[in-house]
């Protein structure tokens, strides 16, 4: 007589722990000979990441690290020089700058900035490298999966495109390059501008082009008039108003039809 298979232990039980799904993006010159100075010396580090070398962190494009995070990685890690010490002399300002930005950007989401992180790892310190990783990877696992794979997570996917977007946009490269060099130097006239006031400027592009590409985003899925848009990104509606006409006349957003009182827009093709 055949002896029964055995009962199917519960699969919660038997499933492996969850490990998070983290990217390290490190310079050739310093945290990439950091990252393999700890291989070399056997320090011990969480095997749920994995590194992709780059010649300097101011060569990371900050929109690429939010296009991993919409596809479902569960943290973002760039690591660079010490500032002072970057092999191309101010690479990794620029990568500070970007990546604030990019931070300041994913904070208006409910997607939030907190899986994506900048810091600084020297070719000798692969003990401070094991620790900054160790670190991430245990906050991302105090936050758990990456929530764009959810059920009924579209709006936290059309935030993080309107993120994504923004940092594209060719106008905000521009300010953003130009924005260590103001700090430094002044500007194009040779005049001193405080930080706040610079980062006043800058924070209002971002602000603009940001609820810009929200509005696009939103109407891509569907016709929305002005209301209806200014009640999903919670804005007001002349604000929104202002950004729709400013589209239109980028030939960004098409009039489609009128309901009672009110236009609707859908985004053109190519946005």
């Not at 929109?63 to 500032?83: I, Q, S």
């Not at 130009?178 to 706040?196: A, L």
């Amino acid at each position: 007589m055949m002896t029964p298979p055995a009962k199917a232990k519960d699969k919660a039980a038997n499933a492996a722990p969850w490990e998070p799904k983290i990217v390290a993006f490190c310079c050739n010159w310093c945290s990439y000979a950091g990252a393999d100075l700890a291989g070399v010396s056997r320090v011990q580090i969480p095997s749920g990441f994995r590194i992709i070398r780059i010649m300097c962190s101011g060569r990371i494009d900050p929109e690429l690290c939010v296009r991993l995070l919409r596809e479902g990685m569960d943290g973002v890690l760039v690591l660079g020089c010490h500032p002072g010490d970057c092999h191309y002399i101010d690479g990794n300002y620029f990568a500070e700058i970007k990546m604030e930005w990019a931070r300041h950007l994913l904070d208006k989401t409910s997607f939030g900035s907190e899986r994506l992180l900048l810091d600084w790892v020297s070719a000798s310190e692969d003990q401070l490298f094991a620790t900054i990783v160790t670190d991430f990877i245990d906050s991302v696992k105090e936050m758990g999966r990456n929530p764009v794979d959810d059920d009924g997570s579209q709006d936290i996917r059309d935030e993080l495109d309107a993120v994504r977007m923004t940092l594209s946009d060719f106008r905000l490269r521009a300010l953003l390059g130009k924005v260590r060099t103001i700090r430094h130097k002044g500007n194009v006239y040779g005049e001193n501008v405080k930080r706040s006031e610079l980062d006043a400027l800058v924070g209002n592009a971002v602000e603009s082009e940001y609820l810009r590409n929200a509005i696009l985003v939103l109407a891509r899925e569907k016709d929305m008039s002005v209301p209806e848009l200014a009640e999903r990104l919670d804005r007001d509606p002349q604000l929104i108003m202002k950004h729709v006409v400013r589209l239109r006349q980028r030939n960004a957003l098409e009039f489609t039809k009128i309901e009672g009182n009110d236009p609707y827009y859908k985004t053109m093709g190519g946005f």
